[in-house]
Every structure is written in C-alpha cells, then in structure tokens.
C-alpha cells in the first residue's frame, strides 16, 4: 500500500501551490470582500490547464489524473475558498457530466470550450423547493418537434453567473418523481433565460451563486445529455465526484488555518513566553492537526478510487463528511488560538471561519452523507 504521491502529482501540487499563493491568496481578501473572483485569475488557471485538468486530451482536458486535481482544488481553496470552489465546480459539475455522458458531437462542442476556460461550467438541479430531494424538482420540460422546452426556476447555483455552459435538470412530470428527470446542455445565454440575482453569502462571498428563471427556454434535441429519463442517475453520480472536489476545498481551508494558528502561536506572547508553548494550545494544534490528516487520507482514497473506476459513493460521503467538519473544527480552533485578533476583521481567521460552513452544505449536507454512508453499509 503506497501513500506517497508520484512524481507527476507532486510537481502539481507545487506548481499550483506556488501560483496559488503569489497570484490569488494576495488577493483573498478583496476576493471576499468585493465579492467577485479577480478577472485576471480565470487566465492564470487556464495557463496551468486547470479548466479541463483530469479530462482526456482527446476530449480537450490536460488529461491529468483525478487526484492530482483534488490536489489543485486543496492548493487553491488554501489561498482563496472563492477561487478553488470556482475550479471544483467547473470542473466536477459542469465538465464531468459531459465528459461521461455526453455525446462526441457534444464534446466537440461544449466540452472543449469548457476545458480551455472559453466558458464556465455550472450545474443547475437545485430548485428553491428541492435541494437535498432532488426527485421533488419542479422545473418541466416538453417535448416538441425538434427541441425541448423548459420552464421553472433554479436555485442555489455555483458559477452561473458567468451565464457560461450549464447541465440543467427538468422533469416531464413531476409525479414520476426521480423516474422522470432528464439532464440538458443548456447555454445559460439563451433565449428565456434570467438570471435573477446572485445570492449575498456568509462566506466564500468572491464565487457566484445565484438564481435563475428559465422561461420557456428552447433546447435543440442534440444538447439531451444521456437517454431520456436517466436525469437522475447522471446527477447522482456526478454529485459523487463533486463530493470529493468539495473535500478537497474543505482540506484547503482547514490546512490554512493550521498553519495560521501555528505561525500565531510561535509568535504571540503571554505570560513571557510564546503561547504555543502552553499545553492548552498545543493539544489544540494536535487535534487540528489530526483532524486534518484524516480527513485527506479518507479524501486522497476516493480521489483514487474514482481515479480507478471503482465504486467511490460511500468513500466520498465519508471524505466530505470528515473534510467538512475538520474545516469547521480547525477554523473555529485557530480563530479560539488568534483570540479578539482572529475575530478582526484584519485577519484572514474570520473569512475562513466563515468559508468553512458552506463545506458541510453544498454538494449534499453532512446529514445527507450519513444517509449515504448508511446506505453503503446496508449493501454490505
């Protein structure tokens, strides 16, 4: 059993790491507080081939493997949560759809533009009365001649307001609950198409999140991604991959306040000497520090079991429901460590506070992941 990186995923590591910090984490402050990811940076994760990174060449990706992705996603979120849930979401809910089940023809033609950053990928599936039941959503779609037509609402969605490419999923009726969902190529500059707002957050206040109107909205009966009907299978397993990008956010996060809390404590002084010598603080060090080790092997593991084709629902559930609650465990540690400075607004400690939160939400709540371990163990 090898836990060591090979030479590859090591040099992504230190080629993303060394851009994230010069190029976004200068810049993670004004990311959150003008609520907006930094132009010049959708350049500078093309550049590295971050867009289309674990997608095959022959698709237009990098072809890197998955985990050396996960790895860019943690190196990322670590300088800026707004900058690496903008790559995780493009990545495992705009292009991993298509890329697996998508068409040639609709490779060609949405997914190569995705994986060059011409556009940016989104999934739109929750709706303002359906999020974590997804088989209750609401948005309709008939079927006519030569195209389908869509009409409802969606909610809650990450990256749409670059209005660039979307998986969009609508039902023929609602009654047939899970059975009758299909998944659509939708690009979100079409005809009937609102974007009504984006949502003011708590935290990771530089990603765009935001709530759409779909009105009617023509789509040529070529963008029907996979079969009719299998809408709901294509969310599911997507949403398992996008589980383990979201760990790695949650890893990044938490990685960076430990390292915030340890630098603090080697340099605050009380009582005559560095707080960090004090064992209440080192245990809580300790503690960070093991939270966060286990969270990365339980989410480096899917990483390589998705990276394998084998079964990863369960092991990704674990990796966010323990990366998720680390992040929330480190950042609220190094905030207790920083005192009335880590409550300031001056230091980056209550940005990441409030970043954290959002890790154990989106992608499917911690509670949702417990059913899904749960159900892994009843299989056996």
């Excluded at 409802?152 to 660039?164: A, D, V």
């Excluded at 300031?344 to 890790?359: H, Q």
């Excluded at 154990?360 to 892994?376: F, H, L, N, P």
Aim: net charge negative.
């Amino acid at each position: 059993m090898d836990f060591g990186l090979n030479e590859e995923q090591k040099l992504v590591q230190a080629t993303v790491r060394q851009m994230a910090q010069e190029q976004v984490r200068p810049k993670a402050a004004a990311t959150d507080k003008n609520h907006a990811i930094p132009p010049e940076t959708l350049p500078q994760l093309a550049e590295l081939g971050l867009w289309g990174s674990y997608i095959p060449e022959e698709d237009g990706g990098s072809g890197l493997d998955y985990l050396s992705y996960i790895l860019s996603v943690e190196a990322l979120s670590a300088a800026c949560a707004s900058t690496g849930v903008l790559l995780a979401a493009h990545a495992s809910l705009g292009c991993d759809p298509i890329h697996r089940s998508g068409t040639k023809e609709q490779k060609a033609k949405w997914l190569a533009p995705l994986c060059k950053g011409e556009k940016i990928g989104c999934f739109l599936l929750t709706e303002p009365g359906a999020g974590s039941d997804v088989a209750s959503l609401k948005t309709r779609y008939l079927e006519q001649d030569d195209h389908y037509e869509l009409t409802g609402s969606k909610q809650f969605i990450t990256n749409g307001g670059y209005l660039g490419t979307g998986v969009v999923f609508a039902t023929s009726d609602p009654s047939l609950g899970h059975k009758g969902i299909s998944a659509f190529i939708l690009d979100l500059k079409s005809p009937g198409v609102t974007l009504l707002k984006n949502e003011e957050k708590m935290g990771i206040r530089g990603s765009f999140t935001s709530a759409f109107a779909l009105d009617q909205v023509k789509i040529p009966k070529d963008q029907l991604l996979g079969a009719p009907h299998q809408g709901f299978a294509i969310a599911m397993e997507t949403l398992d991959g996008g589980r383990i990008s979201i760990s790695a956010q949650a890893l990044g996060i938490a990685q960076e306040a430990l390292d915030l809390a340890l630098n603090y404590s080697t340099e605050r002084q009380q009582f005559g000497k560095p707080i960090g010598q004090f064992q209440a603080i080192r245990f809580k060090l300790a503690d960070m520090a093991a939270a966060l080790e286990s969270a990365r092997l339980m989410t480096y593991k899917a990483a390589w079991l998705k990276n394998q084709h084998q079964e990863s629902a369960q092991v990704s559930a674990m990796a966010k429901l323990l990366a998720s609650k680390a992040a929330q465990f480190c950042t609220d540690e190094a905030l207790q460590i920083h005192g009335g400075y880590g409550y300031s607004a001056e230091y980056p400690l209550e940005r990441l506070y409030r970043d954290a939160k959002i890790t154990e939400i989106y992608e499917g709540t911690s509670e949702i992941q417990r059913i899904v371990i749960a159900k892994g163990l009843e299989k056996g």
